[in-house]
């Protein structure tokens, strides 16, 4: 079974700084989907960004990106230019692209973010 | 759009207490999911149900039961609450099982607490 883990409980962060989110996996799966999902206090889980494991390019979404290690099993979140609407938690997560939709889930990470 | 609408948004109940989890999308999605949400374990799925007429269990499903009333509809039952069902609880959807567009999209959650 695949597991995802997120080793940072809380990261703090200084307004217009950089900082970055760690995430680490573990598949047999050669091609697979990576994310990271975004949820404010709201509650509401919003995509930040996706990787699709047989590209080697790494994603990109205006202020973040990914820098993806698809040998070392990693898949961190570097969040350029950070603002007060960043501070929220982030969730790692592994999909499969043979069984479906499934996705699996980090324990999350708490960004804050300072002014 | 309303897209994923779940309800109650928050529920106390009494051990031994059963209750449904009302969900709804207006996306005409095919697949949706019920996840529940612990502190410093993440997301993880419950059941879901990758088209109309079928349902499967996902990683914790003892304690609960789903329906898939139709395509628009996905319930959560909690025949006899335990206080370790206390939780956030979370529907999704998508568009298709195991398809290219593999984004999901969330309701809001439901707080719900056992006592």
Redesign the interface.
């Known amino acids: 079974a695949q597991t995802?883990t997120?080793s940072q409980?809380e990261m703090s962060v200084q307004e217009a700084e950089t900082v970055t989110l760690s995430c680490t996996y573990d598949t047999s799966e050669s091609d697979y989907?990576l994310f990271w999902y975004k949820q404010p206090p709201?509650?509401?889980?919003i995509?930040v960004i996706?990787q699709e494991a047989y590209k080697q390019q790494n994603a990109t979404e205006n202020r973040f990106s990914v820098n993806f290690q698809k040998a070392a099993k990693s898949f961190s979140l570097k969040i350029s230019d950070s603002q007060l609407g960043d501070a929220a938690m982030y969730?790692c997560a592994y999909?499969s692209?043979v069984?479906?939709?499934?996705?699996v889930?980090?324990?999350?990470t708490i960004l804050r973010v300072k002014s | 759009n309303a897209g994923v609408t779940q309800t109650p948004k928050f529920q106390v109940l009494k051990t031994g207490q059963s209750m449904t989890l009302q969900c709804a999308q207006d996306m005409n999605h095919n697949?949706m999911?019920w996840y529940r949400q612990d502190p410093?374990?993440?997301?993880?799925?419950i059941y879901?149900s990758?088209s109309e007429g079928t349902t499967d269990k996902?990683e914790v499903p003892n304690g609960y039961n789903v329906s898939r009333l139709n395509k628009r509809e996905f319930s959560l039952r909690l025949e006899s609450a335990a206080p370790s069902q206390t939780s956030?609880y979370?529907c999704?959807s998508?568009e298709?099982?195991?398809?290219t567009n593999?984004?999901?999209f969330?309701g809001?959650?439901t707080q719900l607490s056992v006592l």
């Not at chain 1, 709201?42 to 889980?45: A, D, H, K, N, T």
């Not at chain 2, 410093?40 to 799925?45: A, D, E, I, K, S």
Request: aromatic fraction near 20%; avoid cysteine.
């Open positions: 995802v997120q409980p989907y709201s509650r509401q889980m995509l996706r969730f999909r692209k069984w479906g939709n499934k996705l889930f980090g324990a999350g | 697949s999911y410093g374990m993440g997301l993880r799925l879901y990758a996902g956030v979370f999704a998508s298709v099982w195991g398809g593999e984004k999901l969330f809001s959650g």
